[in-house]
């Protein structure tokens, strides 16, 4: 969830239906400035007791983002409070219970990503290393209560955890206990977005299956690959959920625009303050009629900021975003990259993976969606194969399609370099979340301290 920076162009009023339109319509590039960004969040704890710091605390969440001011990160703040930073390198924000994230920068390849990273591994490793902090890298809090985790003083989030328990039993979870991984994608037209939308909607469920690793739930297996994903289906349904008019006759723009209409509000933002409009109607507000702020009408900051309230697997937002994959170690991040830019950044590729899916009914979608989580790469697809088979047909498409791009790094490597973990894991059919689970059987450990070692975030990843 970013945090709140308001352009000039967005402080002014909403006048019609255009407005609502334009972000969309504004994200439409030319294919040669297509870029690809990820964001990628990570637990913090204390080395010495595996607690998640509070903000406050002596060498806790306050201090980590005050210390990454060295490296030129200019602070963020909420009410004087410093809430995140920015920089060359995107933006650090918090999660709700101090999960840090970094929104990358819009980069041209994978390759410039990956130094991203490894820019941010070596700054936040410098700075914990004085204020004795860890970072893990799982979809999810495999050991912590709610009641073990403190809310982060931004006021979106005391609007959201308010709200929650009125409309699902685990949004709660999904802010305090989880972790994601995350790309974003650009499209050239209306045209070349409904095709990308409804090909990576459907292949959502092969992303959270490959990158499943959330397992574990308050110290013991959850009976879950992948407990994140499962989080969203008991959230909120007005704002998650696999999106049919996605892959309805007409879908476009339009249609996302009345989508979000109906999409409940949380907050508006005025003058340094979250108003409380949890559950109010923004059609509503569109005509002055907002019950938290009679008599206004809305600014374009306050669109922008209500299409980053709604959760389905694929967002749209000027540019789309993949979010169907569960947090993990720093470098798995380039090979989520890898993944979706091989698919919807190939021409040839995105038309024979339209094909796939453009048979797959509702139904299917459903039943991916339902049963991914548990069963992960042995789920079933509309042409009765499993998730692994298909990812197994797709893996050296994609291969070649990063080839074919040719976008090199200085030791002359393509950025297929970067599917290796992805490689792995379709070879073996086993998952971070299965390797894990068997881990811990065959080594018959009785509480999980072992992942601490076993998920630390910046372990690079051997290429």
């Not at 931004?154 to 949004?171: C, E, F, Q």
């Not at 299956?209 to 959330?214: G, L, Q, V, Y």
């Not at 007005?238 to 109906?262: A, C, H, K, Q």
């Not at 002055?288 to 937002?317: C, I, M, N, Q």
Request: glycine letters at 8%.
């Amino acid at each position: 969830m970013s945090t709140r920076q308001t352009p000039n162009s967005q402080d002014r009023p909403i006048e019609n239906r255009e407005d609502l339109l334009r972000i969309f319509k504004a994200g439409e590039k030319p294919q040669e400035l297509w870029r690809v960004g990820t964001e990628h969040e990570k637990f913090v704890y204390k080395k010495t007791d595996h607690h998640a710091p509070s903000y406050t605390e002596e060498g806790g969440i306050q201090a980590l983002l005050k210390g990454l001011t060295r490296f030129g990160w200019k602070p963020v703040c909420e009410n004087d409070t410093i809430i995140g930073l920015s920089g060359d390198d995107g933006a650090i924000s918090l999660e709700p219970a101090g999960q840090f994230e970094l929104s990358g920068a819009p980069r041209r390849s994978i390759h410039e990503t990956h130094g991203e990273i490894t820019r941010h591994i070596a700054q936040i490793n410098e700075v914990s290393e004085t204020l004795g902090l860890g970072f893990m890298g799982l979809g999810l809090w495999p050991d912590k209560k709610r009641s073990d985790l403190s809310l982060m003083p931004k006021g979106r989030y005391k609007i959201m955890a308010n709200y929650m328990p009125k409309v699902g039993h685990l949004g709660l979870d999904m802010m305090l206990r989880t972790c994601t991984i995350q790309t974003n994608m650009d499209y050239a037209s209306e045209a070349d977005m409904v095709k990308k939308f409804r090909v990576s909607l459907a292949l959502q469920p092969l992303a959270t299956a490959i990158f499943a690793n959330s397992p574990f739930l308050e110290g013991k297996p959850d009976g879950f690959l992948s407990y994140r994903s499962h989080i969203w289906t008991d959230t909120d349904p007005n704002r998650t959920g696999i999106l049919p008019f996605v892959f309805e006759e007409g879908f476009g723009y339009d249609r996302y625009v009345d989508y979000m209409l109906s999409v409940p509000m949380y907050f508006v933002y005025r003058d340094g303050h979250y108003i409380d409009a949890a559950g109010q109607d923004f059609r509503a507000f569109l005509r002055g009629e907002l019950p938290a702020l009679p008599g206004e009408k809305p600014l374009v900051s306050d669109w922008v900021d209500h299409l980053s309230t709604a959760f389905p697997e694929v967002r749209l937002k000027g540019y789309l975003e993949m979010r169907g994959a569960d947090g993990g170690p720093a470098l798995m991040s380039p090979a989520l990259g890898a993944f979706w830019v091989g698919i919807l950044y190939d021409d040839a590729l995105l038309n024979t993976a339209w094909d796939i899916v453009k048979s797959w009914t509702l139904n299917v979608h459903q039943s991916l969606r339902n049963h991914t989580p548990k069963k992960g790469l042995q789920a079933v697809t509309g042409d009765g194969r499993t998730l692994l088979e298909l990812g197994r047909q797709l893996l050296p498409l994609i291969e070649q399609a990063l080839i074919k791009r040719n976008y090199l790094n200085e030791k002359g490597q393509d950025e297929s370099l970067y599917l290796k973990p992805i490689k792995r894991i379709l070879e073996s059919g086993q998952s971070a979340a299965e390797y894990l689970l068997e881990m811990q059987h065959k080594n018959k450990f009785q509480d999980l301290n072992f992942l601490y070692q076993q998920c630390d975030w910046s372990h690079p990843l051997a290429w």
